[in-house]
């Protein structure tokens, strides 16, 4: 079992719908979250990050977290052909410096 | 603030040379991590430098090293390339502040990246 997992998709949204990412994680002494998104050719670029559990909003962006079921998702809502991309879930364990990356879910929004 | 920057931008080596990438933090941050990024393996750490020392270390060959210098900068290098080497290697700068300080708030930032070409 990997440690962080993401559907690779392609995830296929229209302009203007909500997009739900998901991310599950096997280190349960895990306790910080991020979302990073990576346009082709491009290095990650932080979208925002979550460390307790329920709801954090920030713009068209809301990260869900929920440390009992080790699931963090991430909504984008009024999605933008702007948003396509790769979006990486990186995960920081207990004690840990390092950041444990998921494969990443390529989403497209669909003009 | 200017953000972190590294060079060189693009690389092209051949099998058994050596090669050092440079990466400049964020000003006031004092942490530097890098990663390798590739179509296979994804994003993998290889090491953390603060304060001139190795913190932490990926689980990757003695071939890669780093060194961190007094304003924070650092470099890393590989030795006797292979071509499994070829991959965008990535840079990214934190506070890095207590461990109870930071939280959920020792965020990464990352730099442009060197793309290394291994022929």
């Known amino acids: 079992q990997k440690e962080v997992e993401q559907n690779s998709g392609p995830l296929s949204v229209p302009e203007g719908a909500i997009a739900s990412l998901n991310c599950t994680y096997s280190?349960?002494?895990?306790?910080?979250f991020f979302w990073y998104r990576q346009y082709s050719g491009k290095s990650p670029e932080l979208i925002m990050f979550?460390?307790?559990?329920g709801d954090k909003e920030d713009g068209r962006f809301t990260a869900q977290l929920n440390k009992a079921s080790q699931y963090v998702s991430l909504l984008i809502r009024d999605s933008q052909p702007s948003d396509s991309a790769t979006y990486l879930c990186?995960?920081?364990?207990?004690?840990?410096?390092?950041?444990?990356f998921g494969s990443g879910t390529r989403l497209q929004v669909q003009p | 603030k200017a953000g972190v920057t590294q060079t060189p931008r693009y690389l092209i080596k051949t099998r058994g040379q050596q090669v050092t990438l440079s990466c400049s933090p964020i000003?006031?941050?004092?942490?530097v991590s890098w990663y390798q990024q590739t179509p296979g393996q994804g994003l993998q750490f290889l090491f953390e430098?603060?304060?001139?020392?190795?913190?932490n270390k990926g689980n990757f060959p003695g071939r890669f090293s780093g060194r961190q210098f007094s304003n924070s900068r650092s470099e890393m290098n590989v030795s006797t390339l292979e071509l499994g080497d070829s991959a965008l290697y990535l840079c990214a700068s934190s506070k890095r502040g207590t461990e109870r300080a930071s939280g959920g708030t020792d965020t990464q930032y990352f730099g442009p990246g060197t793309r290394l070409t291994v022929l």
């Open positions: 990186a995960v920081k364990g207990e004690g840990r410096r390092a950041l444990t």
């Open positions: 430098y603060f304060s001139e020392t190795q913190r």
């Open positions: 000003s006031g941050h004092r942490s």
């Open positions: 979550i460390y307790s559990n």
């Open positions: 280190d349960r002494g895990s306790q910080s």
